[in-house]
């Protein structure tokens, strides 16, 4: 189950590229520009090599909460092969929950590893315009 | 070339306490480094530590990661630290994983790499860690002088662009000779870690800097939550200007024996007090440091054996008030115990706090104590380093007392079991002796150094007072300092051995 921090963060991510998306011609889904977004400093930080390893196991988790992400798989370079496909193959808002689970547990291994303030400190170099600081989970943790 | 021509290398600090000084100042500014030691020596821990002391978001620092230890994981464990600051990541220093390119590509592409990176963000510090990575992996299909090559022009191009450049490494002291890392290098620091009995022995060695003198030498360093902390060999010293020797006595606190001594130590002297166990050392060294705080003279006591409050609440019974200068900050009684420290590391403590209240007496109860706290492997350096500290210490005027305990031997007198009459330039001995079936207690100014002093042998008493000296020298014995004296017996000249009377 991946904790509320995460699960918090991520969707605050799926809305903010949902909201961006919508002012843009993207065909990809949200939860597919959140990924590629995360990916690109991951790399640089760990490597592809090192990347597919926290994916693989953040998309294994997922799996427990969201079975239709069976379908979903790493490729070598670290990238997702087959999310933005499963909009068409199942219900919709079970495909938007399927990748916000998975971006939840990413989110929740960086939370694990390198704790709060690395983490937050990475998303925000990603979406500088946004405002990710420790108050992001403040209001999670009271509830 | 006039001084002014020349061009002036700056200094960086590395971040960590003690090795500036050790460099000689802190490290070359655009220099190409090599930090080298075995698997757990600390050395990531210090690129980390130079690295955050330096990287700004107008000069970051760039950390080039390759086949070593996992970046997340290598965040995971260094933010631990004090001196990781989490706000400088991402803006003033990034991490770059290299790994892939080193493994799917040749030299000339890891190169292109750094170089793209290097020239887009325009870094204070480069780390390139494992560097030793690199080379092994280049070892099998490059020859010798591309290896050479790559490296030349890494260090041109670090060099160029103004970067300070720390390549880490996992090397052993073999691969010095006839490895071009080291040739190109300008500065080579190299960490080692040694099991001595049951304790780890840290230490570290300046191999190489170019361009300023460094303090040759293995100095020992250890690793806490703040990250390392090095511990010159020369104490931080060299180079210390001396005072002009006073001409002051200082009153021990005890009347009659600052008679004895010709009117009191003189300024600046080192001072051995030695007797067995229970003949007052350390009491006299309190009524020592208890006199100086009423002079006005700040001091120090090391103790090794009780705790600071214990040995407060002691001088407490003899009248002597210690807590309140604690309190007011004139006193500082150091309680160092535990087993593993350098001798370095100890005397860098005592220095700190010489230094931090401006002591002018220090007492250190007792040398056994304080060679018992050293780890066992640092005992060999003890006499040596206890040299260099109170050379330093009455250099600059401070008053040393120092206690230590003598087995008592009822044939011979001697002054010192440490061979340490060297290190002092006055000694007082204590002794046990029998008179008249009692066990009583002799003092003798053994040596002044700064003049002539009392040759009496004096009776002394320990009293709720502390050491008190009673009656005039003893006259009327012969073979005093034997510990079974003689009865001088003036109407004949028959002798009586006092112990068969």
């Known amino acids: 189950m991946s904790l509320p921090e995460s699960r918090y963060l991520a969707q605050r991510l799926l809305t903010y590229e949902a909201a961006a998306g919508k002012n843009s011609e993207a065909t990809e889904s949200a939860a597919f520009r959140v990924f590629a977004k995360l990916r690109r400093p991951l790399i640089t930080l760990a490597g592809v090599a090192g990347f597919r390893s926290l994916l693989s196991r953040a998309l294994t988790l997922a799996r427990a909460e969201a079975p239709s992400l069976s379908a979903v798989q790493v490729a070598a370079d670290g990238s997702l092969q087959g999310l933005d496909e499963l909009e068409p193959q199942i219900d919709k808002e079970q495909a938007k929950e399927g990748g916000a689970i998975l971006i939840a547990q990413l989110i929740g291994l960086l939370l694990t590893f390198i704790g709060e303030g690395l983490t937050l400190s990475m998303v925000q170099a990603v979406w500088p315009e946004a405002a990710f600081d420790g108050r992001v989970f403040e209001k999670e943790r009271k509830a | 070339m006039s001084t002014a021509d020349k061009v ?3 200094k960086l600090p590395t971040g960590v306490p003690g090795l500036d000084e050790i460099l000689g ?22 690129a980390h530590q130079i ?77 390139v860690d494992s560097f030793r990575t690199v080379v092994r992996k280049a070892l099998g299909r490059t020859t010798e002088v591309e290896l050479q090559s790559f490296i030349q022009r890494l260090a041109l191009l670090l060099t160029s662009w103004q970067a300070t450049t720390f390549l880490v ?69 060299a ?66 054996e009780e705790r600071p409050q214990e040995y407060a609440e002691r001088a407490g019974s003899f009248g002597l008030d210690l807590k309140t200068p604690r309190h007011e900050r004139k006193l500082e009684i150091l309680y160092l115990r535990p087993l593993d420290l350098s001798v370095d590391e100890t005397m860098h403590e005592i220095l700190d706090a010489v230094q931090k209240i401006g002591a002018k007496r220090l007492v250190i109860d007792s040398l056994a104590g304080f060679e018992m706290a050293l780890a066992p492997g640092f005992r060999a350096d003890f006499r040596e380093s206890l040299y260099r500290m109170i050379t330093a210490l009455t250099g600059v ?3 040393i007392l120092s206690t230590v305990e003598m087995n008592e031997s009822f044939t011979e007198f001697p002054f010192s079991t440490y061979s340490i009459s060297f290190l002092t ?77």
């Open chain 2, 425 to 501: 330039d006055d000694i007082i001995r204590l002794r046990y002796v029998c008179i008249d079936g009692q066990l009583r207690k002799i003092m003798v100014v053994i040596k002044m150094r700064g003049g002539n002093h009392s040759k009496d042998i004096r009776e002394y008493e320990i009293t709720s007072k502390g050491v008190v000296i009673v009656g005039d020298r003893l006259t009327d014995y012969q073979r005093l300092i034997t510990g079974i004296p003689v009865r001088l017996n003036r109407s004949g000249n028959n002798e009586e051995q006092l112990s068969k009377s």
């Open chain 2, 169 to 237: 490494g996992e090397y052993v002291e073999g691969e010095i000779r006839d490895n071009p890392v080291f040739t190109v290098s300008d500065g080579l620091l190299w960490l080692y870690q040694a099991p001595e009995r049951n304790s780890i022995v840290r230490k570290l060695q300046i191999v190489k800097l170019r361009g300023q003198a460094s303090v040759p030498g293995l100095h020992t360093f250890r690793i806490t939550s703040a990250g390392l902390q090095a511990f010159s060999r020369t104490l931080g010293l």
């Open chain 2, 25 to 46: 100042g802190g490290l070359p500014e655009f220099s190409f480094n090599i930090i080298a030691g075995a698997p757990g020596s600390g050395k990531t821990t210090l």
């Open chain 2, 51 to 127: 690295l955050f002391a330096n990287a700004t978001p107008e000069r970051p620092a760039l950390y080039f990661t390759i086949l070593g230890e996992p970046a997340i994981k290598m965040l995971r464990y260094q933010q631990q630290y004090t001196f990781f600051d989490p706000a400088k990541l991402n803006n003033a220093v990034r991490f770059i994983n290299l790994s892939q390119v080193v493994l799917e590509k040749d030299l000339d592409a890891v190169l292109q790499e750094i170089t793209k990176e290097v020239e887009k963000a325009s870094p204070g510090i480069v780390v």
């Open chain 2, 8 to 10: 002036r290398i700056n």
């Open chain 2, 397 to 399: 005027g401070v008053t």
């Open chain 2, 239 to 304: 180079g210390q200007v001396r005072n002009i020797p006073s001409t002051r006595r200082l009153s021990i606190g005890i009347p009659e024996l600052d008679k004895m001594l010709g009117g009191g130590i003189p300024e600046g002297d080192s001072i051995l007090v030695a007797g067995a166990s229970g003949t007052g050392k350390s009491v006299l060294a309190t009524q020592f440091i208890a006199e100086g705080i009423r002079q006005g003279e700040p001091g120090i006591v090391v103790v090794f």
